[in-house]
């Protein structure tokens, strides 16, 4: 069975960190380009990240301000996503997301998703 499993979420204090991890079965990641994509309650979707099959492209929204980092293990077929500093607004389910090959802008090209992983930031 394909899938994409996300984990590492969790309730986490307001500057505290996360690490979220994205694995894949039934499928190698290496030729897959893979996004992280958060959705708040009552907001829609938002890309965070992005990387390229090969690692070596990497985007980011700009509301993020250097705080996340996004990378990968093809050997271990894992992307992760190193949160650092973060804030309630941080809160939200973070799903991470495969396209072929090349980051891209717009969500709705992401072919694969998985069914994501809560993270929650107290104050």
């Known amino acids: 069975q394909l899938q994409l499993v996300e984990s590492g979420g969790g309730l986490v204090q307001a500057g505290g960190s996360l690490r979220l991890s994205c694995a894949a079965s039934g499928f190698t990641l290496d030729h897959s380009a893979i996004g992280w994509v958060r959705q708040a309650p009552g907001k829609d979707r938002q890309q965070i990240s992005c990387?390229?099959?090969?690692?070596?492209?990497?985007n980011y929204a700009y509301s993020m301000n250097g705080r996340f980092t996004i990378s990968r293990d093809n050997a271990k077929n894992l992307v992760y996503l190193q949160m650092k500093s973060l804030k309630p607004e941080d809160t939200a389910v973070y799903y991470c997301a495969a396209q072929a090959d090349y980051c891209t802008d717009f969500i709705t090209d992401y072919t694969f998703w998985g069914r994501g992983t809560q993270v929650t930031v107290s104050e």
């Open positions: 990387i390229s099959s090969s690692g070596g492209i990497t």
